[in-house]
C-alpha cells in the first residue's frame, strides 16, 4: 500500500489570508477512485498546527511514498530548499508539484533536479496519469506534464493542449480531510464571515476574458459542473455542520441561466447557508439575477472594476457600462449586499494623474468595501513575458497585491510614492466619517468580525494623521 501525502505551502504575506485548500481536496477523490488502496494524508502549513517547521517531522513519522505539492508563485523561495532537503533525506520519496506557482513559470520550477514531476493546470487527469505510469514503469505520459525521459536521459515537459470538460467526473472534494472549524478562526480571502464554520466551492472553471495579468491557469473557455453535482456537494458541507459558502468562481454570473439554475436548486433544497460571491462581473447582471442571489442567502459580492481610465481599459479590452455598474451596485445595496469593489494600480506606463480617477471613480461609486489593489506581473502572464521575463533576483514573498519592489513596479509613477498612493486610496476611502459608521452598522459583528475585521481595520487605515497629512501632500503637490 502506498502512502501520498499532499502538502500545501503558504508564504506569509500583509494581510496573509489562509481559506480550505480546494485545489487539492479536488483532485484527491478521482486518486481514491482510481487507486482505492493508497493511503492519503494532507498537510496544510496554513493550519496553526501543521507550520513548516513540523514538516520533517510529519514526514518521519508518516513515511509516505509520495509527496505531492501545491504552490502558488509567492512559495518559490521556501519550496526550493524543502524539496532539496526532503531528497537528501529520503532520496527514494517521489516528488510531484503542481498548482498555480507551477502553472505559470513551468520551466524554471521542474529545472530542480530534486522534483520528479510536474503538473499544470488540472490536476485530476494528470495526477492519475502519472501514478499509472509509476505503477506501470511505462512512460506514456499526458499533455500537462513534465517527466524525466528514460529514453533520452533528459527531462521533458509537455505543455498543456487540453482542458477536461466532464467536471464532474471528479467526484466531490474531499471534505472530510478538512479542519473546517480552524479554518473559520483564521482571516480570510472574503474579508467578512458572517455564519461559521464556512467552505469553499469552485462550480466553475476557467474565464473568457484573458486579462494580462492573469495566470490563466483553467484556459478561456467556461467548464460547469452540473447543478447537480453543485448540490450533492452541498449536501455533503450541510452535514459537516458548514452554515456558510464561499463561491470561488473567476465569473459567476457567466452563463446566466446556468448561475439562475443553482440558485433555484439551492432554494429549492432549503439549506439556508449564508452565501458570498469571489467573482462576479457586475456590469453583466442585472436585478432578476441578483434578486435570486439574495433570496439563497447570498449577502456579500465582491468585483473587479480594475481601472477606469479609457488608455489602460482598452489595453485591458475591458468594456465596462459604467452606468449599469453603478445601477447594480445601488440595487444590490438596496436588497441588503454587502459589495466589494476592487481596484487596481501600477498598469504598464500608468501615471499617477490616471491612478487618480480611479479613486475619484471609488468615491463616486461608494461600494460598502473598496480594495486598492498592486499589479503584479506574474511569470507566465503577458506582462509577465512582456515587461519582466527574469525573475531570478525577485524574492518570492513580493509576489503580492502590495508589494514594494521596484523590479514589479510597470507604472510610470516611482514606486515610493505608487506605494504611497495605495495606501492614501484606503485611508481616503475608509477614513470618511460616515461611510466608517456605515461599514460598522452594515458588517455582521460577531466573533470573527472582532479579531480579524476590526484589527485589519486599525492596523491598516487608523495610521497617525501625520502620515495621512505627509502621504497626501507628497502625492497631491503641484509640481
Known amino acids: 500500500m502506498k502512502k501520498l501525502l499532499f502538502v500545501r505551502m503558504l508564504q506569509e504575506v500583509p494581510s496573509f489570508a489562509v481559506s480550505p485548500p480546494l485545489g487539492i481536496i479536488s483532485i484527491i477523490p ?20 501543521q507550520r513548516m517547521n513540523s514538516f520533517f517531522d510529519y514526514i518521519k513519522e508518516n513515511k509516505p511514498d509520495i509527496l505531492l505539492y501545491s504552490i502558488t508563485y509567492t512559495e518559490r523561495d521556501i519550496f526550493f530548499p524543502t524539496i ?19 502553472t505559470c513559470s513551468p520551466d524554471e520550477i521542474f529545472e530542480k533536479e530534486e522534483l520528479d514531476f510536474v503538473v499544470l493546470s488540472d490536476g485530476e487527469e494528470r495526477l492519475v496519469n502519472i501514478l499509472e505510469n509509476l505503477e506501470s514503469g511505462k512512460q506514456d505520459f499526458i499533455d500537462g506534464i ?19 470538460d466532464n467536471l464532474d467526473k471528479y467526484g466531490i472534494p474531499s471534505w472530510e480531510l478538512v479542519d473546517l472549524k480552524t479554518y473559520s478562526r483564521l482571516l480570510t480571502r472574503n474579508t467578512i464571515l458572517k455564519t461559521y464554520p464556512y467552505a469553499t466551492i469552485m462550480s466553475a472553471r476557467g474565464c473568457p476574458y484573458g486579462c494580462p495579468y492573469c495566470h490563466m491557469s483553467f ?44 440558485m433555484n436548486g439551492i432554494i429549492d433544497e432549503k439549506f439556508n447557508f449564508t452565501i458570498a460571491w469571489q467573482g462576479i462581473r457586475m456590469d453583466n447582471t442585472d436585478k432578476e439575477l441578483l434578486d435570486i442571489m439574495k433570496k439563497a442567502g447570498g449577502y456579500n459580492i465582491e468585483f473587479g472594476v480594475q481601472h477606469v481610465d479609457d488608455k489602460i481599459r482598452e489595453e485591458l479590452d475591458r468594456k465596462f457600462d459604467f452606468k449599469k455598474i453603478f445601477e447594480n451596485v445601488k440595487y444590490a445595496e438596496k436588497i441588503g449586499f454587502i459589495t466589494q469593489a476592487h481596484y487596481i494600480y501600477g498598469f504598464p506606463g500608468e501615471k499617477l494623474e490616471q491612478s487618480k480617477k480611479n479613486l475619484e471613480f471609488a468615491l463616486k461609486l461608494d461600494s460598502s468595501l473598496a480594495a486598492f489593489f498592486k499589479l503584479t506581473p506574474y511569470p507566465g502572464t503577458k506582462y509577465g513575458r512582456q515587461y519582466i521575463g527574469d525573475y531570478s533576483e525577485i524574492p518570492s514573498k513580493e509576489f503580492h497585491f502590495y508589494s514594494g519592489d ?74
Open 30 to 49: 478521482y486518486v481514491k477512485e482510481n487507486f482505492p488502496d493508497y493511503k492519503i494524508n494532507l498537510f496544510d502549513n496554513g493550519l496553526p498546527y
Open 84 to 102: 532539496k532537503k526532503v531528497k537528501e533525506l529520503y532520496p527514494d520519496i517521489t516528488q510531484i508539484a503542481g498548482g498555480i506557482g507551477v
Open 146 to 164: 513534465g517527466y524525466f525521459c528514460k529514453s533520452q536521459n533528459k527531462k521533458i515537459l509537455n505543455p498543456v493542449t487540453s482542458y477536461f
Open 219 to 262: 484556459g478561456y473557455k467556461i467548464r460547469v459542473r452540473s447543478v447537480a453535482n453543485v448540490i450533492k456537494e452541498l449536501k455533503l458541507l450541510k452535514s459537516l455542520g458548514v452554515k456558510e459558502i464561499h463561491f470561488l468562481d473567476d465569473t459567476f454570473n457567466l452563463p446566466r441561466s446556468r448561475a439562475f439554475e443553482l
Open 406 to 479: 521596484e523590479k514589479l513596479n510597470l507604472s510610470d509613477i516611482p514606486t515610493p510614492k505608487l506605494y504611497s498612493f495605495q495606501n492614501y486610496s484606503h485611508q481616503k476611502y475608509y477614513l470618511r466619517p460616515i461611510k466608517a459608521l456605515k461599514i460598522f452598522f452594515k458588517i455582521p459583528k460577531n466573533r470573527y468580525f472582532w479579531e480579524h475585521v476590526a484589527g485589519e481595520f486599525f492596523k491598516r487605515f487608523l495610521t497617525p494623521l501625520y502620515k495621512i497629512w505627509d502621504c497626501s501632500i507628497g502625492i497631491f503637490k503641484k509640481k
